[in-house]
């Protein structure tokens, strides 16, 4: 009831974000297309061994009929990652972690804080050794002989095929695609049916398009399997890892040997997926876990955005690699580690400092008591800019792309991109904050002139 009460207020003063239903429609429409042309045009051009340009993207060489049998296979193959890495979340063994309080709960089981299960990182090892050793295939052994037993057909564990993520990661991604329209298709059909459900204040105007872009519910979940928060970190971002762990696989098929540039990229997007892993319970008082719905934005972000189009420098590497020296190399790897010091720093630092402030890393930092209780800290990283570790993220993001040369703009889509969700972020964070923090938030903007840099910007 209260719920309902809340809804019909916001509907009547509802502040929209994204450009409104038009913006919501033309990124529902647009990003999708992105995704699949971006998968596409890292291939563009690619020579095959023997010297042949293939210009087919999708289903190369295929007729219409075996491009749609590639097509479902794709999708059967997109399930079953699905499925898998729900089963991992599932039976894994788990630490149970309470979230942040629930905005605007309890929710209609009378819950204050949800329980999440959390064994990502788990899931990520149990996956990567998996693919490694655990792949499942039926081999034919023992020859026909006239006097010997006939041969059998027995089941063996190996290596996974990973090559065929590269030569089908455009009918993956559309595949991939056509499973999030389904996923946020039902989860907005079902915030209507069940009633009392919590909804995201940010994704309940009214306007259907709007709100299926946003998510009306605020934590749609089966029982205590919570899709938002297993969307956000296990079928894409290990998907992630994988791809481009297909890519290299790829480019030593081809070349023979793996490159600097397609080593590094692995290896520094491998820690990023490991860490985000790594820490799963620093999501639960993230934006997209307290504050949005999971609508289509989320979980295309998550399942499909993520995945295809960040494994695009490793995808371009395969066909593409600049060759690039060693001072380069080095010249990158400088560049990612100042990005993984701040990003790691900051992050960390706000982390601990919330947890217990009186932990000697954190304690001699200086910081804004405000009104509502919680502290803002005025010192260390977060007393250089308001958004330092968005800063840090991004100088990692643009490492990545450097690997790739100056051949294509292509690779460096993410760096420009990546630059445009994080203003954009920052200024919604930043309007969020004022409307929690009122005059406490203007006077840690006094205090922290700096949005991104310090002294510049
Ligand atoms: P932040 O980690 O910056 O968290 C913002 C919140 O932190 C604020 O709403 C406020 O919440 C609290 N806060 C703000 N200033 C201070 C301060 N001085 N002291 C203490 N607390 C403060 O934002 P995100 O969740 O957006 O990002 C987390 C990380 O994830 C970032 O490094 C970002 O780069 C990364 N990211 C990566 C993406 C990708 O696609 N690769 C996408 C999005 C994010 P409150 O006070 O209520 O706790």
Same mark, same amino acid.
């Given at each position: 009831?209260?719920?309902?009460?809340?809804?019909?207020?916001?509907?009547?003063?509802?502040?929209?974000?994204?450009?409104?239903?038009? #913006?919501?429609?033309?990124?529902?429409?647009?990003?999708?297309?992105?995704?699949?042309?971006?998968?596409?045009?890292?291939?563009?051009?690619?020579?095959?061994?023997?010297?042949?340009?293939?210009?087919?993207?999708?289903?190369?060489?295929?007729?219409?009929?075996? *491009?749609?049998?590639?097509?479902?296979?794709?999708?059967?193959?997109?399930?079953?990652?699905?499925?898998?890495?729900?089963?991992?979340?599932?039976?894994?063994?788990?630490?149970?972690?309470?979230?942040?309080?629930?905005?605007? #709960?309890?929710?209609?089981?009378?819950?204050?804080?949800?329980?999440?299960?959390?064994?990502?990182?788990?899931?990520?090892?149990?996956?990567?050794?998996? !693919?490694?050793? #655990?792949?499942?295939?039926?081999? =034919?052994?023992?020859?026909?002989?006239?006097?010997?037993?006939?041969?059998?057909?027995?089941?063996?564990?190996?290596?996974?095929?990973? *090559?065929?993520?590269?030569?089908?990661?455009?009918?993956?991604? %559309?595949?991939? %695609?056509?499973?999030?329209?389904?996923?946020?298709?039902?989860?907005?059909?079902?915030?209507?049916?069940?009633?009392?459900?919590?909804?995201?204040?940010?994704?309940?105007?009214?306007?259907?398009?709007?709100?299926?872009?946003?998510?009306?519910?605020?934590?749609?979940?089966?029982?205590?399997?919570?899709?938002?928060?297993?969307?956000?970190?296990?079928?894409?971002?290990?998907?992630?890892?994988?791809?481009?762990?297909?890519?290299? !696989?790829? $480019?030593?098929?081809?070349?023979?040997?793996?490159?600097?540039?397609?080593?590094? !990229?692995?290896?520094? =997007?491998?820690?990023?997926?490991?860490?985000?892993?790594?820490?799963?319970?620093?999501?639960?008082?993230?934006?997209?876990?307290?504050?949005?719905?999971?609508?289509?934005?989320?979980?295309?972000?998550?399942?499909?955005?993520?995945?295809?189009?960040?494994?695009?420098?490793?995808?371009?590497?395969?066909?593409?690699?600049?060759?690039?020296?060693?001072?380069?190399?080095?010249? %990158?790897?400088?560049?990612?580690?100042?990005?993984?010091?701040?990003?790691?720093?900051?992050? *960390?630092?706000?982390?601990?400092?919330?947890?217990?402030?009186?932990?000697?890393?954190?304690?001699?930092?200086?910081?804004? $008591?405000?009104?509502?209780?919680?502290?803002?800290?005025?010192?260390?990283?977060?007393?250089?800019?308001?958004?330092?570790?968005?800063?840090?993220?991004?100088?990692?993001?643009?490492?990545?792309?450097?690997?790739?040369?100056?051949?294509?703009?292509?690779?460096?889509?993410?760096?420009?991109?990546?630059?445009?969700?994080?203003?954009?972020?920052?200024?919604?964070?930043?309007?969020?904050?004022?409307?929690?923090?009122?005059?406490?938030?203007?006077?840690?903007?006094?205090?922290?002139?700096?949005?991104?840099?310090?002294? %510049?910007?």
């Amino acid at each position: 009831m209260a719920v309902t009460t809340r809804t019909a207020k916001l509907v009547s003063n509802f502040e929209y974000e994204f450009g409104g239903p038009v #913006g919501a429609l033309l990124t529902t429409i647009l990003l999708p297309v992105v995704t699949v042309l971006l998968t596409s045009w890292a291939s563009l051009g690619r020579v095959d061994l023997d010297g042949v340009t293939d210009p087919d993207v999708l289903c190369p060489g295929c007729d219409e009929e075996e *491009g749609r049998l590639t097509l479902l296979r794709c999708a059967a193959a997109v399930v079953g990652w699905f499925l898998f890495q729900g089963l991992l979340e599932r039976f894994l063994p788990c630490e149970i972690v309470e979230g942040g309080v629930l905005k605007g #709960g309890p929710n209609e089981h009378g819950e204050r804080r949800l329980k999440y299960r959390i064994n990502g990182h788990l899931a990520f090892w149990a996956t990567l050794l998996f !693919v490694e050793v #655990g792949w499942p295939s039926m081999v =034919q052994v023992g020859e026909v002989t006239r006097r010997g037993p006939p041969p059998r057909t027995v089941l063996q564990f190996g290596r996974a095929p990973l *090559g065929l993520l590269y030569d089908y990661h455009a009918e993956l991604a %559309v595949a991939t %695609v056509v499973l999030c329209v389904v996923l946020s298709s039902y989860l907005y059909l079902r915030s209507h049916y069940r009633p009392g459900l919590l909804l995201a204040e940010g994704g309940n105007s009214g306007n259907p398009l709007y709100d299926f872009f946003m998510g009306r519910e605020l934590n749609p979940r089966w029982g205590s399997f919570d899709w938002k928060e297993f969307c956000e970190l296990r079928p894409g971002l290990i998907g992630w890892a994988l791809l481009n762990v297909a890519m290299a !696989v790829k $480019q030593q098929e081809k070349l023979g040997y793996v490159t600097g540039s397609m080593a590094l !990229v692995n290896v520094f =997007q491998f820690m990023y997926v490991w860490d985000a892993l790594y820490q799963e319970r620093a999501i639960l008082t993230t934006m997209d876990i307290t504050t949005d719905g999971f609508g289509f934005m989320l979980c295309f972000g998550d399942l499909a955005w993520v995945p295809f189009t960040y494994s695009l420098q490793a995808r371009y590497l395969v066909d593409h690699d600049p060759h690039l020296g060693w001072p380069a190399l080095g010249a %990158v790897i400088v560049t990612n580690a100042l990005g993984y010091s701040i990003f790691r720093g900051a992050n *960390g630092q706000k982390d601990a400092f919330r947890r217990n402030p009186s932990d000697p890393k954190v304690s001699h930092l200086t910081y804004l $008591q405000t009104e509502r209780g919680t502290r803002l800290l005025t010192s260390g990283w977060w007393g250089m800019a308001r958004k330092i570790n968005y800063t840090g993220d991004w100088i990692m993001g643009l490492s990545w792309c450097l690997l790739c040369g100056a051949g294509s703009i292509v690779p460096y889509y993410y760096a420009i991109y990546f630059a445009i969700l994080l203003v954009h972020r920052s200024i919604r964070d930043d309007h969020m904050c004022q409307a929690k923090y009122g005059r406490d938030w203007d006077e840690y903007k006094r205090i922290v002139p700096y949005r991104f840099i310090p002294g %510049v910007v």
